[in-house]
């Protein structure tokens, strides 16, 4: 089976990983200031703030940034359940404006008309690791003095416009979940250039601790351990490798289905570095399912990314959510993500394209 994502760890990881086990220092400790100097270095931002998952980062960032009951949050219906999730945990609103169906991001030009008096924050999340159109997001942003969280996740070591994914807003938050670009195991980060928002995460993360056991916030525990630091200081020296595989890999897939009719690859925009955390096609003519099914009989995993526009889900129908996004819609019905992850080899790309080429006239 050629498997849709695979964590890429070496003999460097498990030595980072014995010596912090066998050091007795398990839990936060250095390992996790190093590694936030060097992700914040790595994004060229100020301050990164290291927690126990991409989710607890959204959380943190969204409570560090002031946002709070009644406050409203624009953000995509077409992404991962907890970009929307952590504006509720905040108790505060997403708003969900449709995407843009070329690029599956946020849609600029929709975002006007769902401001509200209550609007306080834009989140954009740079999906499948295309950045989202910040210089339109942060021209809304600062016409109508909104706070922009990226939601990085899925886009480490991206680049807009000659910027650093992670620093295009007031902060950015990443994940480092098994699937991504890089790993900790579970893990994530918020980078910011705001020293208040960095302040106000660092004692949220821990108990609202502004000294041990001086509580003067109602805090959480969303640290991140040393063990999983020591993993992602390995992990991010070679991430630009791993990126530089993977966009070459997603090329590959592009010069050998392009020319298919009823699938398109994806679309880069001008003036970006796309990190294909995912490659994602659009397969026409309602075909995609028996697509996915095809290329699974033939030992090559797929997967959705997203089945559902977010409202879509139970949860949020039964809190009331009565939105509808027709191009999140559409994409939901229409996407496959491909194989793309750098352990891939030419033969698994070769594999993969032939195996859609075989499709075309049968399937597709
Ligand atoms: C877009 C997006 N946001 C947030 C998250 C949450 O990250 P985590 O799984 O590390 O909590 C993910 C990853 O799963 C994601 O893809």
Do not use: W
Request: aromatic letters at 8%; hydrophobic letters at 40%; a negative charge.
């Amino acid at each position: 089976m050629i498997s849709i994502a695979k964590p890429l760890i070496g003999g460097e990881e498990i030595d980072e990983v014995v010596k912090v086990l066998k050091s007795g220092l398990i839990a936060q400790g250095p390992k996790v200031a190093e590694f936030e100097e060097r992700f914040a270095e790595y994004v060229n931002v100020e301050h990164g703030v290291a927690t126990s998952s991409g989710t607890t980062a959204l959380h943190l960032a969204l409570l560090a940034a002031d946002l709070k009951k009644g406050d409203e949050v624009i953000t995509t219906p077409f992404t991962f359940a907890a970009t929307a999730n952590s504006i509720l945990h905040v108790d505060a609103r997403p708003v969900f404006v449709d995407i843009e169906p070329q690029t599956y991001n946020l849609d600029p030009q929709k975002i006007e008309e769902a401001l509200t008096e209550k609007t306080r924050a834009l989140m954009p999340v740079h999906l499948y690791g295309q950045p989202a159109d910040m210089d339109a997001i942060s021209q809304i942003a600062e016409d109508h003095d909104l706070k922009v969280i990226e939601d990085a996740a899925q886009a480490h070591g991206a680049i807009y416009h000659d910027q650093m994914v992670g620093s295009l807003g007031d902060a950015a938050c990443f994940s480092f979940y098994p699937t991504k670009n890089i790993t900790t195991s579970e893990g994530g980060m918020i980078t910011t250039d705001s020293s208040e928002i960095d302040e106000e995460a660092r004692i949220l993360r821990t108990h609202g601790e502004s000294q041990r056991y001086n509580h003067v916030k109602l805090g959480y525990n969303f640290r991140m351990t040393d063990i999983a630091a020591a993993i992602g200081l390995v992990q991010l020296r070679k991430l630009d490798y791993f990126n530089r595989k993977r966009i070459e890999n997603a090329q590959y897939l592009t010069d050998h289905i392009k020319n298919i009719k009823g699938i398109k690859p994806p679309y880069v925009m001008k003036d970006v570095r796309h990190v294909f955390h995912q490659y994602t096609i659009r397969v026409e003519n309602g075909k995609r399912d028996e697509l996915m099914k095809f290329l699974g009989k033939k030992g090559i995993e797929t997967a959705i990314h997203y089945p559902k526009a977010i409202y879509q889900h139970k949860i949020y129908h039964d809190m009331g959510f009565k939105v509808k996004c027709p191009e999140a819609e559409k994409a939901a019905e229409e996407v496959l993500s491909l194989p793309v992850h750098p352990g891939l080899d030419h033969q698994d790309l070769k594999d993969i394209t032939e195996a859609i080429q075989e499709a075309e006239g049968k399937i597709i």
